[in-house]
Structure formats: structure tokens, C-alpha cells
């Protein structure tokens, strides 16, 4: 059975009896100073993550001992989206019952509890709430697989709505400490800034003058469902003391190493500091995979024996010459089996096809930070170039030409007179693999952004590798009254970890009026859930029973957050003008955060707040269609906004959204999707069926026509009268210049999918309303569809790209009793 969940309410300690884990629980609580008659929720929390952390130590120990041999996968990320501990220890530990029930019978609240964790905000969106399922799965699987990133004492921005804009306020994540972690010793390795490249002899070179830093690293458990392994996710801190420099600009960027994370934002982008945060933690995660070989007696020359290092995207693509440096410079290797061991040893995946958030770095900026990265870049590029001449003999000099331009890592820019470093080439033409994270994001990268590669490195690169979810927190924890109920038609919890069992698993009870009626109850009670959290953060009041349609993502342009605007505006005007006319109760939800600089973005998000304050209180309006925006979109709040959507928005246009994942997160959860032909929603529609998904607009080959054809939104607009409306009620607000790109370029076309839209949401609606059954049975079918979408097939796939295998994980040492009173329920006495 599943473990307890969190509903419990408070009984007067006296009518508790005393247990064990209640007395360990106090136990923590004096330790620590406090009082069980004085204990505040904080120092509740503190009691619980310390007896977790302390649970799980042999465990983290038996896994690292297991793992000390043999191949290990490093994922490098600057970023990790991890949410919140508490419920990931307590399954592994196998304490959830024991804690939930003392805590209950101690007299505090284990909602308020476990709640009382602060979310940390380490990344931005979906690559790096991707890379914590990555962690999480990699656990699961048993296998050999370390976290590399970077401590940021501060979280991403909190995002306040004030006066309807968004503002950003410090997260101090790290606020009473953070008890999940262990600081360890002082690294033995050092990282270099600045400087210059030296040539003592002809073809040696070394790195002179530099400045040095010392660093940190804080562990963090990344525990596996059953306890059984525990993995490491080890993020760099800079030890400063007694650090050097020149000039004060060296002082504070040294200063700022791990001040906080770069928002993903186009105005922020070729920053010195980026730079030098991206080299810190790629140097010291090389270093460490180097030592752990060289502590293995191995020669260097095997290193790819014992160790692959995955690239989160560009972020860390400076690992390339990084390794380099290391194998030639520190330990002597020749030039050309350290470049072929570099080729065996990285492997890069690409998340985006946006040519402006491809990572390129002026080449003289990194020659002031990093001067003998330029100069190994400079010559993997002059050898990239010679393999290219080598591999294109007999084509004329005009395609020869071509070819080099199109695939050099040192590139001269027309257009902005400068020479750049381009980071995705430096990355996908010396790795083993490079892949996308979704079977048409992946061929785009193949044929559209390095057509060469094929040629270069051989048919097999590029692959692909959809992106997916982990289980255990999509479903087990943001969820647990349907995974309650999957648990109960399967008979057994294995699904947890064999997530596409449930596909076959749940195709007769479908068809099971119990577990139909369930099944929408649920649903309608994490509705309540979420109209409450709404609410209490001073929110319309929401009905559970409205239709709930829900865009949760980062706001960008090409997300297309403005058409759902539109859409709203339409529907807004259809109930004005046809107050009679049957449609459902619609609940409309909007959550996200915009880069602090990037204007139009925010606007968006000023434009979704004004818009529900017009039309939530418009009296004519009424419960026919509510507006909210939900402020500080985190992974917290998304456990609790997932599991409440009847229908998903992903409707970015179609060849921009590289995968996504809350597509996934949210078919899962039993939403039905409307959405275009983009990334993984391709795959969800195969997966679900197309008559369960709500497809619409143009798809990457209508819009490449478009473009060729020449794309005029003025004419479609003219044919689309509701479009034109919404635009033209927009345009005599504050927001007209949102209205006016649509009418004058409309870059993201949405003019051009904006009728299909509303067709298809007319549809979506109708269906709801009159025909609850089959939208039922859909919402079904989507629940097992959305099994597919498991980060544990994902990670079996990178791990044999990766060639690892699940180290054999020690037999269950949790003595799962050892804790437990006599009966376990939490029923209020
Ligand atoms: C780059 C340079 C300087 C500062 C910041 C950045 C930066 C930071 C973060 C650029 C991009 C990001 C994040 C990108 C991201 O989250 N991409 C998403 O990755 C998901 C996981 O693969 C996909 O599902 C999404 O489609 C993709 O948008």
C-alpha cells in the first residue's frame, strides 16, 4: 500500500499514545533546543528532515561505497528544480506513517509540516525541473549516476504581483539552513579565471597569471523510493577566503560565483559572470570525475570506462575544452587521443532551436576569463575543419565553404562584426551523442541546426530522447488520491516504479462504474484543492465543479500566453453578447514568470492580471468564467495545479516548443490537451489517440510555407471576426501594443491558428458539458497514456547511450516496523 498521506487532523496530544518515533521526534526537538509545548512548525520541520536525513545516511554511504568502481554517468546542469524533500526522505525512509502519525499525535499538523519546506527555486523551467526527474529516475534504477550544478545562495526571483505587474524579490532559500545537505570538506581542486595562454616551449602551452578560487561542495541525497540507493547531486560553492585578484571588477565577479542563477533571458545573455559560473562547476564536476578514475588506478587513456559526462544543454559545454586541458595540459597527454577520448567521453543535448538562446561567447570576452580555452578551442576547430576538408573531398570549394561555415565553432558574425564562440557547435561536434528530447525536436536538430553533423560523426548522431516525468512526484505525491486508486485497481503499487503497466493495467477498470465515479471525484476534489490554495492567496472564489483550463509555463512569446488571453477576451465577449447560450462554467488559470527584463513577457503577465480583475468582477459575468493568476509559479504549487486541470494549454507554435514536459505532467493527471502539433505533444497524441487530444493550427511544415509564401496577418485577421474583436477591445486598453504586433508582423502567428483554436476549444467545451462520459473516459484514457511518459524509460535509454549499468543495490535494510504503532491509519480519534 501507498504510504500515509497528509490529511490528518490534530488530536489533543493526551489522547495520543507515546510512540517511538514520537519519542525520536522530541528527542530532535530538545536537541535542537525547543519544547514540544513551545515547538513552532519550523522547528517541527527541522525535527523530521533531521531524523530523514539521519535515516538515510547508511544508505547514501552503501550506495557511494557500491558506486565507487566501474562507470558512473556525471549530469552536468546549472540547473535543478528539485521542489520540495520532506515526502521524497519519508518514502525512502519508509517513515511516512510513522512521522505523519506522531506528528499528529504530538499535536501538530503534518500538512502544515511538510508544507513548511521552502521550494528551491535553482532553476528556471522545464531543463531544470527536467534534470531533478533525470536525478530522481537515475536513482530508482539503481544506477551509477551523479548531479553536478552549482550552489546559488539565491533562489530564481520570487515573483510578486503588484499593482497587476510582476516584480522580483531575492529567494533566500537557504533561509534557517538547509537540512538535506552536507558540506563537505574543502575540495582538493582549485579553479582558474583570467590570465593569459603561455607557450614555454613550441607546442606546449600553459595557462599563466592566473587568479585562483578554492570551493565547497554541498551533497544532497537524491533517494530512490524503496531507500535503497541513494545518489548524489554535489553543487559547487566557492571558498573565497583569502582569494586574490587585480582590479575590483575581478573582486566581485569572484564575489558573485554563486550570488544567484541567470534568468533564461535574451537580454542577459554573453554576461562575464555566466561565463565564469558555467566554467566554475564544469571544472571542479571534470576535476572530481577525473580524480574518481585516477583513484580507481586506472590509466587516462580509460576514461571513458569509467565515465560519461552528460551536457544540460550549452551551460556546461565549456566541459569539452575543459577536459582537454585537463588530459594535455595537467597530465601530459598527446593532442589527438585527448581529443578522441574527449569524443568518447561528452555527450550534449540540445533543448532549444531558438537561434537567439543558442550560447555564443565573443571570443574576446572569453579570452580575458578563460585565455587557454580559446587557444584549445582555436585548435579543435582548426582540426574540425580539416576532418570536415577530409570528409567533403571531390565536392566543389563552394560547398566545402559552406559546410565550414555552417558547422565552426569559431565563427565571424557578419552582422555584429565579431568573432564568436558558438557553444552548441563546440558541443555537438565533439561529443559521442548529441540528442534531442522529442522525436520532432530531434529531427529538426538533425536536419535544421547541425545538418553536418550526420556527415562529420556518422549516421548515428543525432538521436533522440523524449523527455519525461518522474512518477513518483507527478503522481505518487502531487496526487495521492488517484495513485491511491491505481494502486487499488492494479492490486498492487509496482506501477510506482513500472510506471506504462498502468496502460494495460487500467483498460478494463475504464470501463468499471466504480472506479469511474472515483476517478471524477478526485478529479473534482483536487479542484477544491486548488480553488482553496487560489483562495487563500487572496484569489477569486472558484466552483470545483467549473471547467478548469490551465497554462502554467514560463511566459515567452512563442508560448503564445497572449493567444489564450485572446481566447479569453472571446469567450468574455460570447457570454456578454449571448448570455443564453448553454457552454460551461470555465475556470481559467494562468501561472508563470516572465525574465525581468523581458518587457513584452511581462506585459503578458500584467495584461492576464487586469484582465481577470475586469472580468471577475464583472456582476454579468458571474460564475460563467472566473480568471486567475497564480503568483510565484514553483514546483510546490504546480504539485497542486496539475492534478486539478480538465484541460492542458500547450499551444506554442508549432516547431518552437522543443518537448515540453508539463504536457506530460498533466496528461498524467487525467487533463485533456489542447495543443499543437509541437514537441512531445506529437508523441502525446500518438500515445492517447487523436480523437483524445485537441489538436489545432498549423504544423512545422504549414508554417515553414508561410514563411516562404510571405506571411500577412492583416488578411487572416480580416476573415476571422471574433479574432478581430478580441484584438480591437485590446486595443483601447493599456495593452494595444500587444494587440497592434498581432495586426502589424505577428511573428508568432497567431492570427494564422487563432479560428482553429477556438473551433477546437468550442469543441473541448461542448463536450464537457453535454457528454460527461466520454470526456470522463477520455480523461482515462489520458491518465494511461500519460504512463508513457515515464523519466524512468527515458533514463534506461540515456544509460545505454551512456553504457552503465544499475549497480546491484543492497537487499531493503529498513527495518519497516521498527517505528510503527499498532495501527496505522490516521483516523481522527
Ligand atoms: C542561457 C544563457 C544565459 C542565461 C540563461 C540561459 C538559459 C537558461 C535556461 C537558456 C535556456 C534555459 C532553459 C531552457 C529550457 O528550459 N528549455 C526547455 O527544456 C525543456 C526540457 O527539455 C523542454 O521540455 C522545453 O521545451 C524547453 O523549452
Redesign the pocket.
Known amino acids: 500500500m501507498l504510504k500515509a498521506k497528509f490529511r490528518a487532523k490534530t488530536t489533543p496530544a493526551a489522547q495520543r499514545p507515546a510512540t517511538p518515533m514520537a519519542e525520536k521526534l522530541t528527542g530532535s526537538l530538545t536537541e535542537n533546543g525547543q519544547s514540544i509545548q513551545k515547538a513552532t512548525t519550523a522547528d517541527w520541520y527541522h525535527a523530521v528532515a533531521k531524523i530523514l536525513h539521519q535515516k538515510l545516511l547508511q544508505s547514501w554511504e552503501d550506495t557511494w561505497q557500491r558506486q565507487a568502481t566501474g562507470k558512473r554517468a556525471n549530469y552536468l546542469s546549472l540547473?535543478y528544480l528539485l521542489g520540495p524533500n520532506t515526502q521524497t526522505a519519508m518514502d525512502a525512509a519508509g517513515l511516512s506513517d510513522d512521522i505523519c502519525n506522531a506528528l499528529v499525535g504530538l499535536g501538530a499538523d503534518p500538512n502544515e509540516v511538510v508544507k513548511y519546506e521552502l521550494d528551491p527555486g535553482l532553476g528556471?523551467?522545464?531543463?531544470?525541473r527536467?534534470a531533478a526527474c533525470f536525478l530522481d529516475s537515475g536513482a530508482n534504477l539503481h544506477l551509477p549516476m551523479a548531479g553536478y550544478g552549482l550552489f546559488y545562495r539565491e533562489g530564481f526571483f520570487k515573483q510578486k504581483i503588484v499593482d497587476g505587474r510582476q516584480t522580483e524579490e531575492e529567494d533566500h532559500w537557504t533561509r534557517d539552513g538547509n537540512p538535506w545537505e552536507v558540506r563537505c570538506e574543502q575540495a582538493p581542486y582549485t579553479v582558474k579565471f583570467f590570465g593569459r595562454q603561455d607557450t614555454p616551449s613550441q607546442d606546449r602551452y600553459t595557462w599563466a597569471g592566473a587568479k585562483e578560487v578554492k570551493a565547497y561542495a554541498h551533497d544532497l541525497m537524491v533517494p530512490s523510493y524503496d531507500g535503497r540507493t541513494v545518489n548524489n547531486l554535489r553543487l559547487w560553492d566557492a571558498d573565497l577566503n583569502g582569494f586574490n585578484f587585480d582590479n575590483e571588477e575581478q573582486k566581485e565577479l569572484l564575489w558573485k560565483l554563486n550570488y544567484r542563477l541567470?534568468?533564461?533571458?535574451s537580454n542577459?545573455?554573453g554576461k562575464k559572470l555566466?561565463l565564469m559560473q558555467e566554467y566554475f562547476f564544469t571544472s571542479l564536476s571534470l576535476q572530481d570525475t577525473v580524480a574518481r578514475h585516477l583513484n580507481m588506478g586506472k590509466p587516462l587513456e580509460q576514461l571513458a570506462e569509467t565515465a560519461a559526462i552528460q551536457m544540460n544543454?550549452t551551460?556546461p559545454a565549456i566541459a569539452v575544452a575543459e577536459l582537454m586541458r585537463l588530459l594535455v595540459d595537467e597530465h601530459g597527454m598527446e593532442w589527438n587521443k585527448a581529443r578522441d577520448i574527449t569524443r568518447n567521453v561528452c555527450f550534449y543535448t540540445n533543448?532549444?532551436l531558438m537561434p537567439e538562446?543558442l550560447?555564443k561567447w565573443d571570443i574576446n570576452l572569453m579570452k580575458e576569463v578563460l585565455p587557454r580555452h580559446v587557444g584549445i578551442i582555436e585548435e579543435l576547430n582548426r582540426n574540425l575543419l580539416a576532418e570536415a576538408d577530409s570528409k567533403l573531398q571531390g565536392e566543389s570549394k563552394d560547398k566545402k565553404d559552406a559546410v565550414k561555415n555552417r558547422i565552426e565553432v569559431v565563427h565571424w558574425d557578419e552582422g555584429a562584426k565579431k568573432t564568436y564562440i558558438r557553444m552548441g557547435h563546440l558541443a555537438a561536434f565533439h561529443s559521442k551523442q548529441v540528442n534531442g528530447?522529442s522525436i520532432m525536436h530531434s529531427l529538426l536538430v538533425k536536419n535544421e541546426l547541425f545538418p553536418d553533423l550526420v556527415k562529420i560523426r556518422g549516421a548515428d548522431v543525432p538521436t533522440n530522447k523524449t523527455?519525461g516525468i518522474t512518477p513518483r512526484r507527478w503522481l505518487v505525491q502531487a496526487n495521492p488520491d488517484l495513485a491511491n486508486l491505481v494502486t487499488e485497481a492494479m492490486g498492487n503499487d509496482e506501477w510506482i516504479t513500472d510506471l506504462p503497466t498502468i496502460d494495460k493495467g487500467l483498460e478494463q477498470a475504464q470501463y468499471n462504474p466504480g472506479f469511474r465515479t472515483a476517478f471524477a471525484d478526485i478529479k473534482r476534489q483536487n479542484k477544491q484543492n486548488l480553488a482553496d490554495m487560489v483562495k487563500a492567496m487572496g484569489g477569486p472564489t472558484l466552483k470545483a465543479d467549473a471547467l478548469y483550463d490551465i497554462q502554467i509555463k514560463r511566459f515567452h512569446e512563442y508560448k503564445r500566453q497572449f493567444m489564450n488571453i485572446l481566447h479569453t477576451v472571446a469567450l468574455y465577449q460570447d457570454i456578454l453578447e449571448n448570455p443564453d447560450k448553454p457552454r460551461p462554467d470555465t475556470v481559467k488559470i494562468f501561472a508563470g514568470k516572465a525574465a525581468p527584463s523581458y518587457a513584452v513577457a511581462k506585459e503578458n503577465i500584467e495584461l492576464a492580471n487586469w484582465l481577470a480583475g475586469k472580468i471577475n468582477n464583472d456582476k454579468r459575468i458571474g460564475d460563467k468564467l472566473k480568471v486567475a493568476f497564480i503568483e510565484d509559479y514553483n514546483v510546490s504549487k504546480a504539485q497542486v495545479i496539475v492534478p486539478a486541470a480538465d484541460l492542458s494549454e500547450q499551444i506554442s507554435l508549432a516547431g518552437t516548443?522543443?518537448?515540453?514536459?508539463s504536457n506530460m505532467k498533466f496528461t498524467l493527471n487525467g487533463a485533456l490537451t489542447i495543443g499543437t502539433r509541437d514537441?512531445a505533444n506529437v508523441e502525446i497524441g500518438e500515445r492517447a489517440g487523436e480523437n483524445n487530444i485537441f489538436f489545432f493550427g498549423k504544423t512545422v511544415s504549414d508554417v515553414e510555407r508561410l514563411n516562404r509564401q510571405g506571411y500577412n496577418s492583416k488578411t487572416l485577421i480580416e476573415q476571422d471576426l471574433r479574432l478581430k474583436k478580441a484584438l480591437i477591445f485590446l486595443q483601447d486598453t493599456p495593452f494595444a501594443n500587444l494587440a497592434n504586433e498581432v495586426f502589424d508582423g505577428d511573428h508568432w502567428k497567431i492570427a494564422a491558428d487563432f479560428q482553429d483554436y477556438w473551433d477546437k476549444q468550442e469543441e473541448a467545451r461542448n463536450m464537457y458539458m453535454n457528454r460527461p462520459a466520454e470526456w470522463l473516459t477520455k480523461s482515462i484514457i489520458n491518465t494511461r497514456a500519460g504512463a508513457h511518459f515515464s523519466s524512468d524509460d527515458t533514463i534506461r535509454g540515456y544509460a545505454r547511450m551512456w553504457n552503465i549499468r544499475p549497480t546491484a543495490a543492497a537487499p531493503i535494510r529498513r527495518i519497516a516496523n521498527e517505528n510503527r504503532i499498532e495501527n496505522p491509519s490516521i483516523s481522527p480519534a
Open positions: 540547473e528556471n523551467g522545464g531543463l531544470g527536467l541567470y534568468p533564461d533571458d542577459d545573455k555566466r544543454d551551460h533543448h532549444t538562446a550560447e528530447v523527455n516548443e522543443a518537448s515540453g514536459t514537441g
